[in-house]
C-alpha cells in the first residue's frame, strides 16, 4: 500500500506543472485520488492512509501548499522572464 502512495504522490509532484495533455492528465489522476473521500476501493486514499497511520487530511494540505508554492515560484519566473524580454526590446 505505501507504494501506490508512493506512486501518486511521485506523479502528483513530477507533472503538477504539466503542460503535455497526457503528464497533466496523470497529475490530475493523481490529484482526484487524492481528495476523494470514497471508502469503496480497497487502494483508495483514505483508506490506504488509515492502514497506514496517516492523516489524510494532513498529506492533502501539504501536498496543496506544495503546489500552490510551486505554482507562484513558476509564475514569478515566467513575470522575470517577460520583464527581460521587455526591457530587451526597448533597449
Do not use: H
Request: hydrophobic share 45%; charged share 30%.
Amino acid at each position: 500500500m505505501l507504494a501506490v502512495l508512493e506512486d501518486a504522490v511521485d506523479s502528483y509532484r513530477k507533472y503538477a506543472l504539466a503542460r503535455d495533455p497526457r503528464e497533466q492528465a496523470c497529475f490530475l489522476e493523481a490529484r482526484e485520488w487524492f481528495v476523494s473521500t470514497d471508502r469503496s476501493w480497497l487502494f483508495a486514499f483514505e483508506n490506504i492512509c488509515d492502514v497506514l497511520e496517516m492523516n489524510a487530511d494532513y498529506l492533502r494540505g501539504g501536498l496543496d501548499k506544495w503546489r500552490r508554492a510551486l505554482t507562484s515560484a513558476a509564475m514569478q519566473r515566467t513575470d522575470l522572464r517577460y520583464e527581460g524580454a521587455l526591457q530587451n526590446a526597448t533597449a
